[in-house]
């Protein structure tokens, strides 16, 4: 089985561009959770969506980042007018089902952003 | 924030045991212990979870105190590829909230 595939897996922009990050649950998950990893320190929840329906965005900055998780294809994360600070590794996490207590969530490899 | 403290770093030597120590002694009844490790520059890894009673995978153990307060990680024959943070975490319904974690050192 295909873990949680992330891409790209690098990321250059420049100031004021846009990137956008993408995140493949695993086969028969439809839960989706993102989480930002600045350089020297931890993982820090950013938002955690369904298909079609975010459940939990109380991580997300409130501009210039957005999520989704349409009902076909992967989830995306979008920054938009990247700035130097959000350099970071982006990771993606996903479940079969609704976060509850003695579920397990399971990460891919990360993107890692890198703004120029 | 993180519900659970962990000590900074920690060394072992190689094909010893690995015991990683966690507090987490505000968790409540619903919450479940979680273990994740992060290799440098890779994903975070599972590596095992339990409520209340001891749990064994082909990873690791993991020792739940009677009264749930504290936790040890047990990697059993621990190798050069153990080298990473390790994170406990507590976490009932809600998405996990990672700390600071132990970064383990295996040392040949």
């Known amino acids: 089985n295909a873990g949680v595939m992330q891409n790209p897996r690098h990321l250059v922009r420049r100031r004021g561009q846009e990137a956008r990050l993408r995140c493949s649950p695993m086969k028969g998950h439809s839960h989706v959770y993102w989480y930002r990893q600045l350089p020297e320190e931890g993982l820090k929840f950013m938002v955690y969506l369904q298909k079609e329906n975010i459940i939990d965005e109380s991580g997300m900055p409130k501009e210039r980042f957005s999520a989704e998780f349409p009902k076909e294809g992967p989830s995306i994360l979008r920054i938009q007018q990247v700035v130097r600070g959000d350099s970071a590794a982006y990771f993606c996490?996903?479940?079969?089902?609704?976060?509850?207590?003695?579920?397990?969530?399971?990460f891919g490899e990360g993107s890692w952003l890198t703004v120029v | 924030d993180a519900k659970t403290t962990q000590p900074p770093s920690m060394d072992c030597a190689e094909g010893r045991a690995a015991n990683l120590p966690c507090n987490h002694s505000?968790?409540?009844?619903?919450?479940?212990v979680y273990w994740y490790r992060q290799i440098h520059s890779q994903g975070p890894q599972y590596i095992i979870h339990g409520l209340k009673n001891n749990e064994t995978n082909e990873m690791a153990s993991l020792i739940i105190t009677e009264d749930r307060k504290s936790s040890t990680l047990i990697l059993p024959h621990a190798t050069l590829r153990d080298t990473a943070v390790y994170y406990c975490?507590?976490?009932?319904?809600?998405?996990?909230?990672f700390g600071k974690g132990t970064r383990l050192s295996v040392i040949a």
């Open positions: 505000t968790i409540s009844g619903n919450e479940y």
């Open positions: 975490i507590s976490s009932g319904n809600t998405p996990l909230v």
């Open positions: 996490a996903s479940s079969p089902n609704r976060q509850t207590a003695g579920n397990t969530i399971y």
